[in-house]
């Protein structure tokens, strides 16, 4: 059991490049810039959601004050994006989420982070691709007038309905990221050195796969996406103008359903926010991440949240709230207004917007799968990387043929909601892991076997010199003396006053930090349970909140009031972002994160933990013992620089 628990909180060092071997052949190619970075992530955040989101969030929700609703859950998503840039900058590795918490929580937290973001990309992903058929076919006339080939059929006997054109977009966006995230390949190049499985998606796709770099393809399907959002805010204001925004003259007022009804909405629209993250699992793959990372997650979420806020300004403004079309509000407002070209338009954009978000789905995922490889938690198969095209081809062909297999013949609309609980799960985590990197850091860090002889030498050599200077018989005398003098030397009020700001040493100082992150995560818990329990009563439900409140309120002053670990200067890479706010940013997205997941509904929670549940046997059976991390042993910090230059010393002089 002790051993078990051990194993739990196992974590990684943060410079995770100096642990791997030079020369490794799993190492991705830096390719990416800030302008790649933001059609990454606003591809994969601004999905088909928005051109239905609006219509429903104003007629159940918030009424005229959808653009309060979309400003507010933007500011949310905002907090975790702060967390997100400052981590990022300083691990730019592979694993997002996964590998922050590793390098902070513990490797038990790291694997559910992990396990979990696997099941939300091959669902995300199915998901979109089953959405893309239906708005292809209004080109063709309307529903069912696909071409036979990429229509829908049902299978009788199984009670199956097939779905050709999402299994055939899903191998398509496969094809593409397995030539590179900015690799352009001809066919002679691709025929040598590209997997067979390459070589049939270019007999199939002899146009779109190898002439053209995936990012740039997700960059030209963005920019055309936010040019239909334009068409939209550019001719509905016009229209706007022209009629008098009827819309903002609405018996019930600016507020219908009160301040709570926005607060609903925004906690509907917050899920339009989602997918920013997805620029921090190429967080390898970026020339500069320390300066690149911040500056493309911060943009993503701003040109989002602004293009979010100007369509729902023009869209309630043209149509009262009650009287929107709840599955085509932007389409329904212009025909509305005589614009029935409109809906062509407006269909372009949503499917653009669909491919869009198909690509940043199933982009991050092999990531995931080769950093928890890497970690030796999952097989060392998903850890390959292409020679030639430097990407985890394995991992996404894998990645590819599950999405596909999933949107050929599953109607993954009742699993939609799991797709919440990996990000939601994800950015808690990462709020934690900011207020453990400033308060209490690992101050040890794992030491690979290669080097512990280097360790166990140098701990020999320590020894002889003192056995040297003092002779045998008085070597454990002498040694007891010196500590007792180094005690006794902090000890001294001056040098103590030198030491240490605050009015508690350092080891009183990073109990009471960890007491109080623990505070914090298990009020938030206690006070988000009890709000969301209607059906406990009124008193009890008071009770239970104060009680949560109070520790939640007990563990951030506490924070508030001592002093951040200084060894926060040298985690990882300077130089990079730095999250501001410190703790109180980071308090509020646990808080907000952890309310939203709670109230994801039981059926949902029911079927992610059936996933949780496997993922724990996997671990069980196969990640502990095969874990990276199984024999190292853990040396403090500073040693442990030391062992790594004189070893980088040795191999230079060699």
């Excluded at 590795?93 to 590998?99: C, M």
């Excluded at 990012?215 to 334009?230: A, E, I, K, R």
């Excluded at 669909?354 to 970690?375: E, N, V």
């Excluded at 298990?522 to 006070?527: A, E, H, P, W």
Aim: glycine share 10%; aromatic share 10%; net charge negative.
């Amino acid at each position: 059991m002790g051993g078990g628990v051990r194993a739990l909180m196992r974590r990684k060092q943060v410079d995770s490049e100096r642990a791997r071997p030079a020369g490794s052949s799993n190492q991705l190619r830096k390719e990416l810039s800030v302008a790649q970075l933001i059609t990454i992530g606003v591809g994969s955040t601004i999905g088909a959601g928005v051109y239905v989101l609006v219509g429903t969030v104003a007629r159940e929700h918030s009424g005229p004050a959808l653009t309060l609703s979309f400003l507010i859950a933007g500011i949310a998503a905002a907090l975790s994006a702060f967390c997100y840039a400052e981590l990022a900058s300083r691990c730019p590795s592979a694993g997002s989420a996964y590998h922050y918490s590793y390098i902070c929580v513990g490797e038990g937290v790291a694997w559910l982070i992990g396990w979990a973001l696997i099941l939300e990309y091959t669902i995300g992903g199915s998901a979109v691709a089953r959405g893309i058929s239906p708005n292809l076919a209004l080109f063709f006339g309307g529903p069912d007038s696909l071409p036979w080939i990429l229509a829908r059929h049902e299978i009788p006997w199984l009670d199956v309905v097939v779905d050709p054109c999402a299994a055939f977009l899903v191998f398509l966006v496969t094809g593409l990221l397995c030539v590179g995230i900015k690799e352009v390949a001809t066919f002679s190049d691709s025929a040598r050195v590209i997997t067979p499985f390459l070589r049939i998606c270019h007999l199939i796709f002899p146009f779109s796969v190898f002439f053209f770099q995936s990012s740039f393809v997700q960059g030209v399907v963005t920019v055309l996406n936010c040019f239909v959002m334009l068409f939209v805010i550019i001719a509905g204001s016009y229209i706007g103008f022209q009629t008098g925004w009827v819309g903002y003259k609405v018996a019930g007022g600016f507020f219908p359903y009160g301040a709570n009804g926005m607060l609903a909405g925004s906690a509907t629209v917050f899920f339009a926010y989602i997918g920013f993250d997805s620029v921090a699992s190429t967080a390898e793959e970026v020339k500069n991440p320390q300066r690149d990372l911040p500056l493309g997650i911060a943009t993503a979420l701003s040109i989002c949240c602004s293009l979010y806020m100007l369509v729902s300004i023009v869209i309630v403004g043209l149509v009262p709230y009650f009287a929107m079309d709840p599955d085509t509000p932007i389409s329904s407002a212009f025909a509305r207004h005589g614009m029935h070209w409109a809906m062509y338009l407006v269909t372009t954009g949503a499917v653009l917007a669909l491919c869009s978000t198909l690509m940043g789905s199933i982009l991050p995922q092999p990531r995931i799968l080769m950093a928890m490889a890497r970690d030796g938690l999952l097989p060392s198969f998903f850890s390959d990387v292409h020679k030639t095209t430097q990407v985890p081809v394995k991992s996404t062909i894998v990645t590819g043929i599950c999405a596909a297999s999933l949107a050929f013949f599953m109607d993954v609309s009742q699993l939609a909601g799991m797709v919440s609980v990996g990000t939601l799960l994800a950015f808690t985590i990462v709020a934690v892991s900011i207020l453990i990197l400033r308060y209490v850091p690992p101050d040890e860090v794992p030491l690979p076997s290669s080097l512990q002889a280097s360790f166990r030498l140098s701990h020999e050599n320590d020894e002889e010199k003192l056995r040297d200077t003092l002779g045998d018989e008085d070597h454990e005398e002498g040694a007891s003396e010196i500590t007792d003098f180094v005690v006794e030397s902090i000890k001294d009020p001056l040098i103590e006053k030198q030491l240490y700001a605050s009015k508690l040493d350092e080891t009183k100082r990073r109990k009471a930090a960890a007491c109080s992150i623990a505070s914090v995560c298990i009020g938030v818990l206690v006070l988000t349970t009890s709000a969301s329990a209607t059906f406990l009563p009124f008193l009890v439900r008071c009770f239970v909140c104060a009680f949560g409140g109070l520790l939640l309120l007990t563990g951030l002053g506490v924070l508030c009031w001592i002093d951040q670990d200084d060894g926060r200067h040298s985690f990882g890479h300077s130089g990079g972002f730095i999250c501001p706010f410190v703790p109180l940013l980071p308090v509020m997205c646990i808080l907000i994160n952890t309310y939203l997941l709670i109230n994801l509904g039981g059926g949902t929670w029911m079927r992610v933990g059936v996933w949780l549940v496997m993922g724990v046997f996997v671990y069980i059976f196969y990640g502990r013992t095969h874990s990276s991390l199984t024999d190292v042993v853990y040396v403090p910090v500073a040693e442990a620089n030391e062992i790594y230059g004189s070893s980088s010393a040795s191999e230079f002089v060699a």
